[in-house]
């Protein structure tokens, strides 16, 4: 009898750990993760966040996952202080019981909930993430602890985050248009007015002022043909009239159009993509599933390059709405042909400097210091859209071919690539200084 009593008490250890194993792995798994961040992409793809603050949605929520993490793993240092305006970080009451993957998983989605819309958006799959839980057997104790301790992070980062300073430019002044020489004015189809002219007054991450990385001049309007505006501009033109197949995939695989207007007669209808972004945060997971990064190690790398692609849109901002620089369309328009049309839909902003080209460039810095300079992939990420895959052989390679597509689209010259390029690499690797190589 003794040893039949042994024999169950032994029994029951095991099932106990071994559901204990079971449930942490599950949680701990990095392709959930990556399905979480999906989750928001959807969301912000389907209710038509502009990019600049999509990127926002995705580095408040990543950031508060990434402080989950960092609460329990040392390679892994928390924001709080390397961010000079983060607050410190809320510790659980009781460590032991914490499931810390689990709470990352659910601030993740806490405050991925609060910064997008409609209200409750996200709140299905939360229920869903402790449904799994329960079925799984997770001891109510563990549940309540990581509910806990996520929650009082997810409040924190979501009290921090209203200082940034984005509910004041919600009723900021919009753009004023003027048709001077050079300067930008609204493009067809739609004809919007600029988007987020005061998006350079967001508090940054890492950025010191929006304007630290300044890029130089752009090229004087100026319309002589042997000018550097002149030749400038016919090359955009040049480029898309002569499209090859390879260039036009380049083109329409990096267009990452949120909001396409369509018409045709009257009728007039929109297609949506993921933002710039939004695609990069997927190139994310892709590269994180890849390098068969751990759980740790997918979050961080979401967590820096939504750092990268926040701050990468306040620095392009900032110089976009001083230069408010003329797209090529208008002026190709203008004085060379009115019946001119760039492969892809020029975007409602001023084109000097690539906003594309600024945050690519910066991802690519952050992402190359975790996984190297030598991973290769494909990005499936399009091909929900309907397009075909691309091979990418480096992260920089994928930023140099987000840059150069938009010339091939024709809405940037090429000056607006190469100065955005510049200037998102540099804060690429003022980010990978401050708060990755420490």
């Known amino acids: 009898m003794r040893i039949f009593i042994s024999a169950l008490i032994c029994l029951s250890i095991i099932s106990c750990n071994q559901s204990a194993s079971d449930y942490h792995s599950k949680f701990e798994d990095p392709l959930l993760f990556s399905k979480t961040v999906k989750q928001l992409n959807d969301i912000v ?47 659980p009451a009781d460590p032991s019981k914490v499931d810390y993957a689990l709470s990352a998983l659910l601030a993740f989605i806490k405050v991925g909930n609060e910064v997008t819309f409609p209200e409750g958006s996200m709140m299905k799959y939360y229920d869903h993430v402790l449904h799994d839980a329960d079925s799984m057997n997770v001891p109510a104790a563990v549940v309540s602890a990581s509910t806990e301790f996520a929650d009082s992070i997810a409040s924190a980062i979501l009290k921090w985050s209203k200082g940034d300073h984005y509910a ?32 350079r007054e967001i508090r940054p991450f890492v950025l010191d002022s929006a304007s630290q990385f300044k890029p130089g001049r752009p090229p004087m309007f100026d319309m002589k043909q042997n000018s550097v505006y002149h030749h400038s501009m016919m090359e955009v033109k040049n480029t898309v009239d002569q499209l090859t197949d390879e260039q036009k995939h380049i083109a329409d ?42 759980f740790a190690k997918t979050v961080a790398s979401y967590a820096y390059t939504s750092i990268a692609l926040f701050d990468g849109f306040i620095s392009c901002w900032d110089e976009k709405y001083r230069s408010n620089y003329v797209r090529p369309e208008t002026i190709i328009n203008a ?28 991802a690519a810095e952050v992402m190359t210091a975790f996984y190297g300079d030598n991973l290769s992939f494909t990005d499936t990420s399009l091909l929900e859209f309907g397009i075909a895959n691309r091979e990418i052989k480096s992260f920089h390679d994928a930023a140099q071919e987000a840059s150069i597509s938009r010339l091939y689209g024709g809405i940037h010259y090429r000056f607006d690539l190469d100065s955005g390029n510049a200037a998102g690499k540099r804060l690429g690797a003022s980010i990978v200084q401050r708060l990755i190589k420490k």
């Open 45 to 91: 793809l389907e209710n038509n966040f502009p990019p600049m603050i999509a990127s926002r949605n995705y580095a408040y929520a990543s950031i508060a996952a990434y402080e989950c993490v960092a609460a329990d793993n040392p390679t892994y240092a928390s924001f709080s202080g390397r961010i000079k305006h983060m607050p410190i970080m809320p510790k």
């Open 335 to 362: 004085h060379v042909s009115a019946d001119w049309r760039p492969y892809i839909q020029t975007p409602p902003f001023p084109s000097y400097t690539s906003g594309h080209s600024t945050i690519s460039a910066a």
């Open 253 to 294: 695989f990096w267009d990452d159009n949120p909001f396409k207007m369509n018409v045709t007669g009257h009728v007039m209808f929109a297609t949506k993509k993921f933002s710039p972004p939004g695609h990069w945060m997927n190139i994310v997971g892709i590269a994180a599933k890849h390098a068969k990064a751990d």
């Open 168 to 199: 004041a430019t919600r009723g900021a002044s919009r753009y004023s248009v003027n048709d001077s020489s050079g300067r930008w004015v609204p493009t067809p189809p739609m004809y919007a007015s600029g988007l987020e002219p005061h998006w």
